[in-house]
């Protein structure tokens, strides 16, 4: 009898996991077959900067018949527009990578689902153990929005207290890591716990598919909410001076709380000791390579002298210290650069017969939000056959001509852009190379040949012109006394 039971509480949970989604082609509702169930799932939210990271370890079972290597993993639309790095990978020492793609958008429920793949089949009644990792931008939002120039500023967060997800789930526990132990306020009731600088949400048991119920925390946050509204990257490749330059432009915005009065150098003076417990943000400090030399920092003004730099065995640090303290809402616009030598960076690849670039798409991303991401990358003159390889979608990719001085066929120039960049895009396009060219040898020297020709023109020219007569009238005669 017992047996039946349980069988019967099967088919019914089976019947409830039951969901649709969207075809990203034919854009219709699909029935999901339930053929896994979460038996645990563990959610670690990490709360302490401003990107949010969410941590998701789940162990599901596969409740069909037959083998699976396909899991569906959901977010709602509200949190789908805030992510802007998702990976997935099996939890097992080393950790395997696991692939995850969009499946499609469910329009009715406001859904978008994803597919993880598994290497291998899941076989009927068999447990995997795998995991979810998420980076969100943009999900903190001050409250207040407007505080005095000294004062603590405290910003709300809104989640969903379950993992949403089409399939049944035996058992989940939800916990947020926060900055420090100052909570205003938190959603939950008599299943949470807080903790110190924790708040624990269960465990609970048998969560029914695509549960919401609201989570929502009010906490201190003592750092500012920076935003990169634009970043460009230049970097110009020169095989004949054997170097790499380097030029990024910032566009910065501080997204935090804003004054409520007007700014005071008098207090902001009086008030140096306990800077460090608001949002304001007095410097930066940027990590560049090894061997950097020639730096340069600079704003609309002009060269900024209140910066340090120094070289280290491992990397170069770069201290700057913008004109003025920047609080919530205001913005600072500012350019460094630097020169490396190009070894370190472009090397000759025979097997491919080509150059391998090998530069990471953004550097120093810190805890900051990246809206807007443009890497130019400028080969030398003579460069055919670029490829560019991506480990990470862009938003484009696009290979134009650029001209500087005695360029005669011009330079090739890549052109790369993404949205939403987050410290997770902090590597190479390729995890071995970014961009791969071939440049033949005889390149080397179109540069100077072009620039002597145009030389001896111009001493042609000026030795022609210089025999030249451009008087008027009859040539004075002497008079011969």
Same mark, same amino acid.
């Given at each position: 009898?017992?047996?039946?039971?349980?069988?019967?509480?099967?088919?019914?949970?089976?019947?409830?996991?039951?969901?649709?989604?969207?075809?990203?082609?034919?854009?219709?509702?699909?029935?999901?077959?339930?053929?896994?169930?979460?038996?645990?799932?563990?959610?670690?939210?990490?709360?302490?900067?401003?990107?949010?990271?969410?941590?998701?370890?789940?162990?599901?079972?596969?409740?069909?018949?037959?083998?699976?290597?396909?899991?569906?993993?959901?977010?709602?639309?509200?949190?789908?527009?805030?992510?802007?790095?998702?990976?997935?990978?099996?939890?097992?020492?080393?950790?395997?990578?696991?692939?995850?793609?969009?499946?499609?958008?469910?329009?009715?429920?406001?859904?978008?689902?994803?597919?993880?793949?598994?290497?291998?089949?899941?076989?009927?009644?068999?447990?995997?153990?795998?995991?979810?990792?998420?980076?969100?931008?943009?999900?903190?939002?001050?409250?207040?929005?407007?505080?005095?120039?000294?004062?603590?500023?405290?910003?709300?967060?809104?989640?969903?207290?379950?993992?949403?997800?089409?399939?049944?789930?035996?058992?989940?526990?939800?916990?947020?890591?926060?900055?420090?132990?100052?909570?205003?306020?938190?959603?939950?009731?008599?299943?949470?716990?807080?903790?110190?600088?924790?708040?624990?949400?269960?465990?609970?048991?048998?969560?029914?598919?695509?549960?919401?119920?609201?989570?929502?925390?009010?906490?201190?946050?003592?750092?500012?909410?920076?935003?990169?509204?634009? !970043?460009?990257?230049?970097?110009?490749?020169?095989?004949?001076?054997?170097? !790499?330059?380097?030029?990024?432009?910032?566009? !910065?915005?501080?997204?935090?709380?804003?004054?409520?009065?007007?700014?005071?150098?008098?207090?902001?003076?009086?008030?140096?000791?306990?800077?460090?417990?608001?949002?304001?943000?007095?410097?930066?400090?940027?990590?560049?390579?090894?061997?950097?030399?020639?730096?340069?920092?600079?704003?609309?003004?002009?060269?900024?002298?209140?910066?340090?730099?120094?070289?280290?065995?491992?990397?170069?640090?770069?201290?700057?210290?913008?004109?003025?303290?920047?609080?919530?809402?205001?913005?600072?616009?500012?350019?460094?650069?630097?020169?490396?030598?190009?070894?370190?960076?472009?090397?000759?690849?025979?097997?491919?017969?080509?150059?391998?670039?090998?530069?990471?798409?953004?550097?120093?991303?810190?805890?900051?939000?990246?809206?807007?991401?443009?890497?130019?990358?400028?080969?030398?003159?003579?460069?055919?056959?670029?490829?560019?390889?991506?480990?990470?979608?862009?938003?484009?990719?696009?290979?134009?001509?650029?001209?500087?001085?005695?360029?005669?066929?011009?330079?090739?120039?890549?052109?790369?852009?993404?949205?939403?960049?987050?410290?997770?895009?902090?590597?190479?396009?390729?995890?071995?190379?970014?961009?791969?060219?071939?440049?033949?040898?005889?390149?080397?020297?179109?540069?100077?040949?072009?620039?002597?020709?145009?030389?001896?023109?111009?001493?042609?020219?000026?030795?022609?012109?210089?025999?030249?007569?451009?008087?008027?009238?009859?040539?004075?005669?002497?008079?011969?006394?």
């Amino acid at each position: 009898m017992r047996v039946k039971l349980c069988a019967l509480l099967t088919i019914l949970i089976s019947l409830a996991a039951s969901t649709v989604w969207a075809d990203p082609i034919a854009k219709t509702t699909i029935p999901i077959a339930p053929k896994f169930r979460n038996t645990r799932v563990i959610r670690v939210v990490d709360l302490r900067a401003n990107v949010v990271q969410e941590d998701i370890g789940i162990r599901a079972k596969n409740i069909d018949s037959t083998p699976n290597n396909e899991y569906i993993f959901s977010l709602p639309q509200q949190a789908e527009e805030h992510v802007a790095s998702i990976s997935a990978f099996l939890r097992q020492e080393p950790k395997t990578s696991l692939t995850i793609e969009q499946a499609g958008f469910d329009s009715e429920k406001e859904v978008q689902l994803y597919k993880i793949t598994f290497d291998e089949p899941i076989q009927p009644d068999t447990d995997v153990r795998f995991g979810v990792k998420l980076a969100y931008t943009h999900v903190l939002t001050p409250l207040p929005a407007k505080i005095p120039q000294v004062a603590r500023q405290f910003v709300v967060y809104n989640d969903n207290i379950y993992m949403y997800s089409p399939y049944f789930t035996d058992e989940i526990k939800t916990t947020l890591q926060l900055p420090s132990q100052v909570v205003q306020a938190y959603t939950g009731g008599e299943h949470v716990q807080h903790n110190g600088n924790k708040i624990v949400y269960g465990p609970f048991h048998s969560i029914m598919p695509e549960t919401f119920d609201k989570l929502r925390v009010h906490y201190e946050f003592s750092k500012p909410l920076l935003t990169v509204t634009e !970043l460009v990257r230049d970097l110009q490749v020169s095989h004949w001076g054997g170097n !790499l330059n380097v030029e990024e432009n910032y566009k !910065l915005h501080h997204s935090g709380a804003e004054l409520e009065t007007q700014f005071s150098r008098a207090t902001y003076q009086l008030t140096r000791m306990v800077h460090g417990q608001t949002n304001v943000l007095k410097d930066l400090t940027l990590r560049l390579p090894a061997q950097a030399r020639d730096v340069y920092y600079r704003d609309d003004i002009g060269n900024v002298s209140t910066s340090h730099f120094r070289n280290e065995l491992k990397h170069s640090t770069l201290e700057i210290t913008p004109r003025y303290p920047v609080f919530g809402g205001w913005n600072y616009t500012w350019f460094h650069g630097y020169n490396v030598d190009l070894a370190g960076f472009d090397h000759y690849s025979k097997e491919k017969d080509a150059y391998i670039l090998n530069v990471n798409f953004v550097e120093n991303v810190q805890d900051m939000v990246i809206d807007k991401t443009v890497v130019r990358v400028v080969l030398p003159e003579g460069a055919t056959n670029v490829q560019v390889h991506t480990p990470f979608s862009m938003d484009s990719i696009q290979h134009k001509t650029y001209y500087t001085n005695f360029d005669s066929t011009g330079r090739y120039l890549v052109i790369l852009e993404k949205h939403n960049v987050v410290r997770e895009h902090e590597q190479p396009i390729q995890v071995s190379r970014v961009i791969t060219y071939q440049y033949p040898t005889i390149r080397l020297f179109q540069k100077p040949l072009i620039a002597s020709a145009a030389i001896f023109v111009i001493f042609l020219m000026s030795t022609v012109f210089s025999k030249m007569s451009f008087t008027i009238g009859p040539k004075a005669v002497g008079l011969g006394l």
